[in-house]
């Protein structure tokens, strides 16, 4: 009984990752003509992993995913060997309004999690829900955030030659706040053709309708409208965005779901579901093979969250049949005892 238990546990809670990521691989990239062939960037993707707070997280809850997470982000470094991992924001799911102390503990936590070797170099972007929305967000939260991880609202990461712009979505507003002016100047200013855009907002998009595979939104939920500078970015910032950058490749976050869509018939983005099993059952992230010039990118699927409960149920429903095979040969066992004593007494 033990060994069933025991078995289940392993199996769910260590093994369980290496059989589902040793069927990703990084995707085979094509040079363009005249480009040098080297080696590509081989950068891992993945959004939205919302480490409970200390308000509204339950400590199973909380205990559970960032162990799923951990086990997953760690499995995933030592089969895959990454150079880069981009995070596209939410890294917290209470950052916009933690106090101090809880702020430190999440930060904390983040760091044991998604711990990694020099030989990686780690890339956080920030979301809606590490410093609040628009109207939530002020300098005291986007600067507490910008120095735990050595980041700023917008900037260009240059690795092997190709150039990745990182943009904090929150503030694209467009409505003045000191906040927006500051990112729209510099965007201004790095305005220039570039290889890659990464966001936490996806740029502006009706619904979901068009999003199809296995880990887009519930077909009863592609429907619903997003709104405007909440679920997406604004028309006009995302007319802003592609006009002063002409991205060739734009990854964003905050749905929770996968989707693809091409704007303007030429730039490609693609929304990076959720990384935690809290949020999505079959949570996934996105490896990128990237040089000056090109990309490939392939997607990575974790485990489903009902596999790992019904391997558990199976495990219980077996360790039941087990005990109730043990109850009923041990009352044979003594019936069989009875009738012998009985018989002997009988004899006598």
């Not at 990752?17 to 990084?26: D, E, G, K, R, V």
């Not at 900037?155 to 092997?160: A, E, P, Q, V, Y």
């Not at 595979?213 to 709104?227: I, N, V």
């Not at 990128?288 to 090109?294: F, G, K, Y």
Request: charged share 20%; net charge positive; glycine share 6%.
């Amino acid at each position: 009984m033990i060994l069933v238990l025991g078995g289940a546990f392993f199996f769910c809670e260590y093994l369980i990752y290496f059989p589902t990521i040793l069927q990703c691989a990084w995707p085979k990239v094509s040079h363009a003509r005249g480009e040098a062939a080297g080696s590509p960037i081989r950068a891992m993707v993945l959004s939205d992993t919302h480490l409970l707070g200390a308000v509204g997280g339950h400590w199973f809850d909380k205990l559970r995913r960032e162990w799923q997470m951990e086990r997953a982000f760690q499995t995933a470094l030592w089969l895959l060997r990454p150079e880069m991992v981009f995070i596209l924001g939410d890294i917290f799911d209470e950052g916009k309004w933690s106090s101090q102390k809880h702020w430190e503990d999440d930060v904390r936590r983040f760091h044991r999690m998604f711990k990694h070797s020099a030989d990686t170099e780690l890339v956080v972007l920030v979301g809606n829900h590490d410093v609040g929305f628009h109207y939530e967000m002020d300098w005291f939260k986007l600067q507490r955030f910008e120095k735990v991880f050595n980041a700023s609202s917008t900037r260009i990461i240059t690795k092997k030659g190709a150039n990745f712009l990182l943009v904090n979505s929150v503030a694209l507003h467009g409505d003045g706040c000191p906040i927006c002016q500051s990112v729209e100047k510099t965007l201004i200013r790095l305005s220039r053709d570039i290889n890659c855009s990464l966001q936490h907002y996806p740029l502006y998009r009706l619904s979901d309708a068009a999003c199809t595979g296995l880990d887009a939104a519930p077909p009863e939920e592609r429907h619903l409208l997003f709104r405007e500078k909440y679920d997406v970015l604004s028309k006009d910032a995302s007319q802003k965005l592609l006009q002063w950058f002409k991205p060739r490749l734009i990854l964003s976050g905050h749905t929770h779901s996968g989707c693809e869509v091409l704007h303007d018939n030429k730039y490609p983005e693609v929304s990076v579901p959720s990384f935690s099993w809290r949020n999505r059952n079959n949570p996934s992230f996105i490896l990128a093979s990237v040089t000056p010039s090109s990309f490939a990118l392939s997607k990575c699927f974790l485990p489903e969250e009902s596999t790992v409960i019904g391997v558990y149920c199976s495990a219980g429903a077996g360790l039941l049949l087990l005990l109730l095979a043990h109850c009923l040969w041990m009352k044979g066992l003594l019936q069989c005892l009875s009738l012998c004593l009985l018989g002997k007494h009988k004899s006598l």
